[in-house]
């Protein structure tokens, strides 16, 4: 090894003058407010910085002049972010591939820049091998595409980008870098909306912006949005949009570097709060601070998927030479190019503006269109400005958007979506633009507020169509007969379209879905409906997983408040679309039941009054002992039992309830033990648990002990207390994580039955509740436990509602408050929202008659539901 210069820095001292370095760029960087000229300066910054130590480094490591340093990648392109690797090429001459002491000179080097506290991704090769390995590999192929000599022969640099692009062909590149995209976009659910986006990899993020420099490069077009603007394969324009988003995305990037301290390209939970405190968010009126940076970001992200679309469609048709295809004139304005929408001219919309939604109008109705070409999307996308205030107020163009809402072959699902994709929708709407990539932080939602509506509009569709019919047969049914569906499409647009305003979203969204109604001419009776449903979308919801459905006066209330069958069966379709939209995790088989059941009632009273509960509880227990009978039980079998019951338990239970309970629990009227029997759910999901012992105070804490320690939820509770003393208590539960491969279903049914007769029996006080685990975005995003207590109308019971975020161990923690003051539970509702909770239970007792117990059990369940909160 060759000797070092005298004076010259140790590595030791190369470490300490780049971190410092480093580091007083990065302050710089902070100190300054986020700009996109800052966040250039701190990326040039950081690759100048890089590039001196490693020719320092090079120097120490007596690296020979002949070999090259090459850097690539991103570091190539001249920008470093601060916690990025540097990715390095040792590039050999064509005759040294095979040259032992350069190797271990190499290897010296590469162990210095990691002594050096460079992250250093390094490859070694010739000029020859980067040809072959560009050649099979597209990976090595775009990396060296962005190639930048740091260090060496001047000479081998030239040989080597002579050699690797005589090697690149244009088409096959795009070719693969086009299915790499759409690979990587399904990686990340093919949306720009996760709720942990990846702004460097997910579908908007820089990734796609780079991909377009990448093929515009390999086919010589230019390596610049300005060169790619000069060349006319953008506008002007769309240069300066690529610029602006570009530079808006580095930003976010570069402060999610700092912020999190080490290479992090997600936005995660626990970042985004601190990220939008640093970058200076501010907190608006109904909306967290960190919800205004995801809404800057998902705009940024929407926009590169509309540019990246358009601009790999242009280079598309440049490569592929299908500029010059046979196409087939729809109108004198609109052409079908092998199955794509083209416009006959460029200026079309700036000189007939009424042709933008008439372009939808075509797509929704054209047999065999499948989508935009690159020449409408650019239209479209440089027409913007046009559709301003005059636009949305011209008659003829709000005829043509109701157009597109009630036309009768279908199609808005994709229709909409589309125009929410080219940012029509917002500009046409512009009660929508004001809820575009608005995420909401409520524990429950995984999308944003305009990806929800149009998710829900979806499914308010799907039910008309009879391919789907398999999905909800008895959704399909209703739909089939529902007079004027587009109703339901117009409410479902509206639901949520206040969001993020403050105040009650529902009433605001009916204000403005009455201005739309009147805007657009829809007659009083129509517009009547839609208000109602956009006002009242959450109230069915509400009392069906709230409300004891087994009291006549619950159903009589809403009943009056729906009033005829229409406006009821319109109101359940909203509300299992609306539920089924807010994340796959909410809805299930249990929910479906109960609003079914709650249409079902509401129906019945509807067509005949006031319900006879003693005639529908007298079918239900015939029914019931037809039941038994086919289960070759006596006749009288059931009757020890129900003479020990009280009406509340006929009135909230199925007669398949009843036959059940009686065939399991005849033998066992007056046992000492307890008796736990377990069903697969009738309702297709989970377990059905019954509970038959001797009745204690704690009874229903263990219960819910047992089944928090075991992993299972408890969806609902149905509890009594027979006129012997003896508790009958039946659960619905569901696991909360997927049971291992190889547990049969009766295994599980066995394993719990044996437990819970076990935690039943013991006699051992109440264990502590412990402190479930908290997930990262309860954690990340924590509201505020509320607790209420009402009494019902007779005043003999008291309703008490739980709201807080869900964590394992809570409903023991309730259970456990109730059973410490003697009250008796008659019903629990639990409801699962995400990661959100709102529990409902029906209680009695003799504390609750006095207001300071009643405020002291308030407080000891704020506390129970605040506990890991606390934390």
């Not at 010589?220 to 506008?235: C, H, K, N, P, Q």
């Amino acid at each position: 090894m060759s000797a070092l210069p005298s004076g010259a820095p140790t590595l030791s001292e190369l470490r300490q003058r780049h971190k410092e370095a480093k580091q007083a760029l990065i302050d710089a960087f902070v100190a300054k407010r986020p700009s996109a000229a800052a966040t250039g300066r701190l990326l040039r910054g950081l690759a100048q910085l890089t590039d001196r130590t490693l020719v320092e480094v090079a120097q120490h490591a007596a690296l020979p002049a002949e070999v090259t340093v090459v850097a690539v990648g991103g570091y190539g392109r001249g920008e470093l972010f601060p916690h990025s690797d540097v990715d390095v090429l040792l590039l050999l001459p064509r005759d040294k591939e095979e040259d032992a002491a350069l190797q271990e000179r190499m290897g010296a080097f590469i162990t210095a820049c990691w002594d050096c506290g460079l992250e250093i991704g390094s490859s070694v090769r010739s000029v020859l091998q980067c040809a072959s390995d560009a050649l099979s590999d597209v990976t090595i192929q775009t990396a060296l595409l962005e190639s930048r000599r740091v260090r060496g022969s001047a000479r081998v640099f030239a040989d080597f980008l002579q050699v690797t692009s005589a090697v690149m062909d244009p088409e096959a590149f795009l070719r693969a870098k086009t299915l790499e995209m759409y690979q990587r976009h399904q990686k990340y659910e093919d949306t720009p909306y996760a709720l942990e986006p990846n702004c460097k990899e997910s579908p908007g993020g820089l990734r796609d912006l780079q991909v377009l420099v990448w093929v515009a490069r390999a086919a010589r077009y230019g390596r610049t949005w300005a060169e790619l603007a000069a060349r006319g394969i953008v506008t002007r324009f769309e240069a300066d949009q690529l610029g602006r988003n570009e530079a808006q995305l580095k930003t976010i990037r570069a402060w999610l570097h700092v912020v999190a301290n080490r290479r992090e390209d997600r936005l995660v939970f626990d970042l985004q709060t601190q990220l939008a405190e640093r970058m200076g968010f501010k907190a608006a009126k109904g909306q967290r601070v960190s919800e205004a940076l995801m809404r800057r970001y998902y705009w940024a992200a929407k926009a590169v998927v509309q540019l990246n679309q358009i601009v790999m469609q242009e280079i598309q048709e440049r490569i592929g030479g299908s500029r010059d295809v046979a196409m087939r004139p729809l109108t004198s304005d609109f052409l079908d190019r092998a199955g794509l929408l083209e416009v006959a001219r460029d200026d079309l919309y700036r000189e007939r503006p009424a042709a933008i939604l008439e372009t939808f109008q075509i797509y929704q109705r054209t047999v065999g269109i499948k989508g935009f070409s690159a020449r409408t999307l650019r239209a479209l996308y440089n027409a913007r400005s046009v559709m301003d205030g005059a636009f949305r107020r011209n008659p003829a163009h709000r005829q043509q958007f109701i157009d597109i809402l009630q036309y009768p072959g279908g199609g808005q699902t994709h229709t909409l979506r589309l125009m929410n994709e080219t940012s029509v929708l917002g500009r046409s709407l512009w009660v929508f633009r004001r809820i575009v990539g608005q995420m909401q932080h409520d524990l429950f939602h995984v999308y944003t507020v305009d990806q929800h509506i149009l998710m829900v509009l979806r499914n308010v569709r799907r039910f008309f169509v009879p391919d789907h019919a398999h999905e909800y047969p008895f959704c399909s049914n209703l739909a089939a007969a529902f007079h004027k569906p587009w109703v339901l499409v117009v409410a479902a647009l509206f639901h949520d379209v206040a969001k993020g305003r403050g105040g009650d979203h529902s009433d605001l969204g009916s204000m403005e879905v009455r201005r739309f109604c009147r805007d657009h001419g829809i007659e009083a009776e129509d517009t009547r409906l839609i208000d109602f449903l956009v006002r009242e979308h959450l109230t069915m919801s509400r009392i069906a997983q709230k409300e004891d459905l087994s009291d006549p006066d619950v159903i009589r209330a809403f009943a009056d408040k729906v009033r005829d069958a229409r406006t009821l069966t319109a109101l359940y379709l909203l509300t299992v679309a609306d539920i089924r939209g807010t994340s796959p995790k909410v809805w299930n088989a249990w929910k479906g039941k109960l609003l079914e059941d709650l249409y079902r009632l509401t129906l019945r009273a509807l067509g005949g009054g006031k319900p006879d509960s003693e005639a529908e509880i007298d079918a239900r227990k015939s029914e019931a002992r037809s039941l038994l009978a086919l289960a070759s039980q006596l006749p009288g079998t059931e009757t020890p039992l129900w003479d020990t019951l009280s009406l509340s338990y006929f009135a909230r239970h199925e007669a398949a309830d009843l036959a059940w309970h009686a065939r399991v629990l005849w033998r066992h009227l007056e046992t000492e033990k307890p008796v736990v029997n377990a069903r697969s759910s009738v309702v297709g999901e989970g377990l059905q648990v019954l509970v038959y012992a001797p009745d204690q105070p704690d009874l229903f804490a263990r219960i819910c002990g047992y089944f928090d320690n075991a992993g299972f939820n408890i969806l609902d509770a149905k509890i009594h207390t027979t006129r012997k003393g003896y508790a009958l208590d039946t659960f619905q539960v569901v696991q909360a994580h997927q049971a291992e491969d190889g547990v049969a279903h009766r295994d599980l049914i066995a394993l719990v039955e044996h437990q819970l007769t076990a935690a039943v029996s013991s006699k051992n006080p109440l264990p502590s509740p412990s402190r479930g685990r908290l997930s990262r975005r309860v954690r990340s995003f924590p509201i505020t436990p509320r607790v209420s207590m009402r009494p019902d109308e007779r005043g003999q019971r008291y309703l008490i509602s739980v709201s807080t975020s869900d964590r394992a161990g809570l409903l023991y923690s309730i259970a456990r408050v109730l059973a410490q003051h003697g009250i008796n539970l008659e019903l629990a509702k639990v409801m699962t929202l995400g990661e959100r909770v709102e529990d409902t239970f029906l209680v009695s007792g003799p504390a609750l008659r006095h207001a300071r117990t009643q405020l002291q059990i308030e407080s000891e369940l704020l506390d129970a539901a605040d506990a890991a909160l606390a934390r």
